[in-house]
Structures are given as structure tokens and as C-alpha cells.
């Protein structure tokens, strides 16, 4: 007797297929992690009607509805069928999905499950804070799992670095492995039990600091992690599922992961095919040796759904600005002894850069200090010339597009320089927002109006905008409020307490900073008419907000929370009535 079993499925799939196609929102929710929904998006045309739809497209740039099919844009179009009582009945108003273009997921995620100590004011607050989560967390601080936390500042501690005996708050703490991360992640502070490991005295390293007892900072750090208990597969995977929800909430489709280490990427290859992988993640290689040449130990990837590229590698000239880490051509205003801390010396430098590049990736430089950037500046120079011999710096730097990650303090020279070639700018709005309490003393009044945190003056070059998460908080609202006022996010103030905004020649439009979280990273990450924009043939990834964007006051872009936010075609966050997450 015949099996009929596939002819009642399609039977149901093409009736799914017609509601959803007639009225799709009440409907999709609920669905959208079933496999019928997902036979359905291969097969049929669903189309979303908005208010408004923001494409970022220059040949429809406003729209009402878009079909999706296979996960990505079909049709693009303003809706000239429906009745106007039939278009009042829509709500919510779409912009792209938005990109962070600098994070660290895992690290993301990992923060989450760790002690929050950003915003703590003194050296009390923080152990206050270690005690309430030492009280919820018994199983935190044995040799197999570290107590572990980010956020502190020494700024905060009456401009005095902590030491390992300020974590020995009480008889219980005497005996706990504590490691907490600065808030820029470039230094971090152990415990007596962790300086225990290690040799005593601890031996200098170039390019790291070690600038008080329990203090290890940039290269310095490599003494307490090789004894740093490797998180489970289990728990590494729960952090990236947790941080992938929390950007969701934010808006967020897609982040450039700068700093991925070869066996982090095979599990972001294995996990990128799960219905838990929400958020697209352009990585960039890093070496588990930092800044050296290790082709052998990764791949190039692309994955057919889109999830996640990898095509880009990530080298370090510095530290940061924060720590006096950032390398200076001139010695720091507040600390005449010093000029900061070369991760790699230029020949290395250059050398590494030629090679990754030579081998087929983009190479992305972090660089913050002024000495720095010009140092990437000239790897990336020489390294396009022996790439394109027979064309222009700008030409040969269009296929390759070579990146500096903060492009934070770039001396005038060094700037016409980039504007010359066309390097990718990589800035964190909120960095400058951050910052600005203490970046005129680190660098005096003239270094910091000539050099610091540019933004306006950069625009030609396309800037991609990011938050460093969990650096700073992984809200592209508060970024594109930074970048829009100069003020904090947090206060709405700048650093003279008032409403000019810091430095405000260097604002941008409201038009400028959502580009730098959307059709920009894209383009840096080779991802142009794919991610960033509606329209046809893109991945169907947007988010929904209750207001328009342009029609908001500016105090208002600072407390924006999205309604909803979709990655191809499948609504992975809802504000209204919280969804469970999807794993």
C-alpha cells in the first residue's frame, strides 16, 4: 500500500505557506524554530509589511514590505495593494540588522558568568561585589575554576594599582584563585593563591608590564594563563549561546570577532549550524602564539548559511591608553617616563603582515597609541606594494582592505596617510565617551584636538563602528548616541559636566553612525549586499523598532530597546512577552 505521509506534509506546508503569506506576524513567533516553518522557507515567498522599512538601499531607500525566501530578501517594495485601513493596522517601523564591527563573543559571554565590577567607584565596592558573588557561586575559586570578574579601574582606587593582598578581604578569600580583568582587558589582577604558581620574582617580558604585585599586563599575562583552568566544551558553549541572546536583545545580527584562537574557531564552525547560533560572526584569527604567522592551524571559512566567515587575522602593536600601554611617538603628559608598550617591534610587524596577507587574508592591527598606528600604517604600505605591483596603494588597498582596530590616536601625518591609501578606520564611539574623563591628561590638550578619537574628520574612509564588547557595553544605541553627541551614554553629560559634547567637531550625523553599524562593517568584511541593507539577494536580517529612528529626539537614542530582531528571516528576539531563548 503507497505511503501518502509526504503528500499530507506538503499538503500542510503550502496551507502554513498561504496564512503566513496573507498575515505573517501574529503567526511566525511561535513557529519558527519548527521544522515545518523551516520546509516552508525553502519553498515559499513570506512577505513582512512595517510602517516603514529604512533599506539602506540606494535604489528603494524607504520601503513597507519585503518577501523573504531561503532566508534572504526576494522582493523589496512599497506596498500600492493594501487598503490604508489595512496599512493602519501595521506596527513597528524596520531598520537593517544592526553589526557590531569590534567584540569578543566568548569573552562576552564569559563575562556574563563572571563578577561585574564596571562602575565600581572604590576598593570597597569591589569587594563588596566579590563577596555578594562569592555568596552565589560556591563552586568559584578552586584551582579548577577560578573566580573571575572585569570591569575594575585603578583611577577608581585613589590613583594607586591594586595588589594581590587587596583580594584577601576575609579568611575564605585567603584560599581562593581570583583573576579579575581591567576594565580594557589588557591587565588583570590575581590573587595571592595565583601568584603562588608562578616563579617568584616574576621575570620582566618584553612587551608586558608588571606594575605592582598581582598586576600583569599585555605580554605579562601570558605568566598566570598558562595556568588558567581551560573552560569546558559545555560551558563555552553555553557562553556563546548566553552572549548571542544578550546582542539579540540589542538589535544585533552580526559582529566582527576580533581575536578568535584556532580552537575557538572550530567550535564556532561546529555550533554555527545550530538554531542556538543567532547572531553572524565575521572572525579574525588569532595565533595562540600572539602576532605570529600560523597558517597551518586554521582555514578559511565560509558557511553556507552565512553564519560565520572567517578570512581576516588579528595582530597586536600595543596595549591601551588606560593603562599607559599604548605606544606613543612622544612620552605620556602625566607620566614623562614613559611612551607606552610595543607588542612586536616594525620588522616583525611587517614581516607577519606580509606574510598573512600573501597568504589570501585581510590582516586587522590593533593599534591605540599614535606610534602604534603609524607602525601598522607602514606594515600595511609595504605589504600592498609588493601585493600589487602594478597598481596604487588605494587600488590594491580596496581588494584587501587592511583595517586598524581603535584607529584611537593617529598622528596628522599618519592620518593623510590613511586618507591617502584607504585604510579601514575601526572605532568604538563610546571608547571616547569612556575616555574622556582622563585622555586629556594621558596626552595634553594639543595631542588629544590633533590625534584622539576622530571621527568626523575620518568619514571619507567609511569607519566601521563597535563597542569592544565586554569592554563596553554591547548596545549599538549608545554607540551611535556617542558618535552622534560626544557625550555619555550613562549621563548625557561630557567631560566638563555640560551638554556640548567632548571635542564636538568630531559628531557625525545620525545618518553617518548607523552606517557604521551597518552597510560599513559590512563592507569591511567583504559582506557589501549581503548584510547592512534590505534588498534583494541579502540575508534577511532586520530588527524592529516602536519609533522611526529620525524622528526621535537625540536623549532618546541612548534608551532605545528593540522590539523585535530577525536573522534570516526567523525572529529570534521579541521584547514584548520575552521569548525563551532558542536553545
Not at 595556568?227 to 556563546?240: A, V
Not at 557625525?508 to 553612525?513: C, H
Amino acid at each position: 500500500m503507497p505511503s501518502f505521509g509526504w503528500l499530507i506534509t506538503l499538503s500542510v506546508v503550502v496551507l502554513l505557506g498561504s496564512v503566513i503569506y496573507q498575515n505573517p506576524q501574529p503567526l511566525i513567533a511561535p513557529i519558527t524554530n519548527s521544522l515545518a516553518y523551516k520546509v516552508f522557507q525553502q519553498l515559499f515567498e513570506s512577505t513582512h509589511c512595517y510602517v516603514t522599512v529604512k533599506t539602506n538601499s540606494a535604489g528603494l531607500p524607504q520601503a513597507e514590505c519585503f518577501s523573504v525566501v531561503d532566508g534572504k530578501f526576494k522582493r523589496v517594495f512599497i506596498d500600492e495593494t493594501s487598503y490604508d485601513i489595512v496599512k493602519e493596522r501595521r506596527k513597528g517601523h524596520v531598520i537593517p540588522g544592526l553589526w557590531d564591527g569590534h567584540g569578543h563573543l566568548s569573552q562576552f559571554g564569559e563575562s556574563l558568568d563572571s563578577v561585574d565590577l564596571f562602575g565600581t567607584k572604590s576598593m570597597a565596592d569591589v569587594q563588596k561585589r566579590l563577596i555578594k558573588y562569592k555568596a552565589g557561586h560556591e563552586e568559584v575559586g578552586t584551582s579548577e575554576q577560578w573566580l573571575t570578574g572585569v570591569g575594575w579601574d585603578q583611577a577608581n582606587f585613589e590613583g594607586r594599582w591594586p595588589v594581590a593582598k587587596d583580594l584577601e578581604i576575609d579568611q575564605q578569600f585567603k584560599d581562593l584563585y581570583v583573576l579579575l580583568w581591567r576594565v580594557d582587558m589588557h591587565c588583570f589582577w590575581v590573587s595571592e593563591k595565583v601568584l603562588s604558581l608562578l616563579p617568584d620574582p616574576l621575570p620582566q617580558v618584553p612587551g608586558g608590564e608588571i606594575p605592582a604585585q598581582g598586576i600583569l599586563c599585555d605580554l605579562a599575562m601570558d605568566h598566570a594563563m598558562k595556568y588558567y583552568p581551560k573552560p569546558s566544551k559545555e560551558r563555552r558553549t553555553k557562553w556563546i549561546q548566553n552572549a548571542m541572546f544578550e546582542l539579540n536583545k540589542h538589535g544585533i545580527v552580526g559582529m566582527h570577532d576580533a581575536g578568535v584562537l584556532p580552537s575557538e574557531l572550530k567550535l564556532f564552525e561546529e555550533l554555527s549550524t545550530s538554531d542556538a547560533w543567532t547572531v553572524r560572526v565575521y572572525a579574525m584569527a588569532e595565533c595562540e602564539t600572539r602576532n605570529t604567522f600560523c597558517e597551518k592551524d586554521v582555514t578559511k571559512i565560509s558557511t553556507p548559511n552565512g553564519n560565520l566567515h572567517m578570512q581576516s587575522v588579528k595582530l597586536f602593536a600595543d596595549g591601551a591608553l588606560g593603562s599607559w600601554g599604548s605606544a606613543m611617538i612622544e612620552p605620556y603628559s602625566d607620566k614623562k617616563s614613559s611612551s607606552g608598550t610595543l607588542l612586536v617591534n616594525a620588522t616583525t610587524l611587517s614581516k607577519i603582515t606580509h606574510d598573512w596577507a600573501h597568504a589570501g587574508y585581510q590582516v586587522n592591527i590593533h593599534a591605540i597609541g599614535d606610534l602604534a598606528a603609524r607602525l601598522a600604517i607602514d606594515a600595511f604600505e609595504e605589504t600592498l606594494k609588493s601585493l600589487c605591483p602594478g597598481s596604487t596603494l588605494r587600488e590594491c588597498q580596496a581588494k584587501h582592505r587592511f583595517r586598524i582596530e581603535h584607529a584611537q590616536i593617529i598622528h596628522p601625518d599618519d592620518q593623510q596617510r590613511m586618507n591617502e591609501i584607504g585604510i579601514i578606520p575601526s572605532i568604538q564611539p563610546t571608547h571616547a565617551t569612556s575616555d574622556m574623563a582622563y585622555a586629556e591628561t594621558r596626552l595634553g590638550k594639543r595631542r588629544t584636538a590633533e590625534e584622539a578619537y576622530r571621527m568626523r574628520s575620518i568619514l571619507s574612509l567609511n569607519p566601521v563602528f563597535g563597542s569592544d564588547f565586554p569592554v563596553e557595553p554591547a548596545d549599538v544605541f549608545e554607540g551611535i548616541y556617542a558618535a552622534v553627541t560626544r557625550r555619555s551614554p550613562r549621563t548625557g553629560l561630557d567631560a566638563d559636566g555640560g551638554k556640548k559634547g567632548w571635542y564636538d567637531e568630531e559628531t557625525v550625523t545620525l545618518e553617518d553612525a548607523l552606517n557604521g553599524f551597518t552597510v560599513n562593517p559590512a563592507y569591511a568584511a567583504f559582506l557589501e549586499g549581503m548584510a547592512g541593507s534590505i534588498e534583494e539577494g541579502a540575508y534577511a536580517d532586520w530588527i524592529v523598532l516602536d519609533e522611526p529612528l529620525e524622528t526621535l529626539d537625540t536623549e532618546s537614542l541612548r534608551s532605545i530597546k528593540v522590539k523585535e530582531t530577525w536573522v534570516g528571516g526567523r525572529l529570534v528576539y521579541r521584547r514584548a512577552g520575552p521569548m525563551e531563548a532558542p536553545w
